[in-house]
């Protein structure tokens, strides 16, 4: 089993800057890739960004790319998300989810955090 610990959420106007953090305890052996995913209110969990481990393969999506950057710690066992240039359509809880393969679907990711809220006014 795999544990996931989100943190770092909060209100921020637009422009501003917010990194998540979320930490990995358990069998985190058995994962091999991080990602973050969001939902906002009425609207289906859709993918952020993910990695794997050793940090050499990320993706994002296009609504995004250049201003979120995702990242580990694997001292940590830690995966950060690093959020700038933040826009009102941010506004989501953030999930953490752990899995075996980088992908942008959840459906490949077995573990799940309790989520952080964002939410970013104008």
């Keep these: 089993q795999v544990r996931l610990v989100?943190?770092?959420?909060?209100?921020?106007?637009?422009?501003g800057s917010?990194?998540?953090?979320?930490?990995?305890?358990?069998?985190?052996?058995?994962?091999?890739a991080m990602g973050w995913f969001r939902q906002a209110p009425g609207?289906?969990?859709?993918?952020?960004?993910?990695?794997?481990?050793?940090?050499?393969?990320?993706y994002y999506a296009d609504s995004v790319k250049g201003r979120f950057t995702i990242s580990t710690d694997n001292g940590k066992n830690t995966v950060y998300l690093q959020m700038?240039?933040?826009?009102?359509?941010?506004?989501?809880?953030?999930?953490?989810?752990?899995?075996g393969i980088v992908h942008r679907s959840p459906q490949y990711f077995d573990y799940w955090g309790q989520g952080t809220q964002v939410t970013v006014s104008s």
């Design 6 to 15: 989100e943190s770092g959420g909060g209100s921020v106007q637009a422009g």
């Design 18 to 32: 917010l990194k998540l953090s979320c930490a990995a305890s358990g069998r985190t052996f058995g994962t091999y």
């Design 43 to 58: 609207k289906e969990r859709e993918f952020v960004a993910a990695i794997n481990w050793s940090g050499g393969n990320t």
């Design 84 to 99: 700038n240039s933040l826009k009102p359509e941010d506004t989501a809880v953030y999930y953490c989810a752990a899995g």
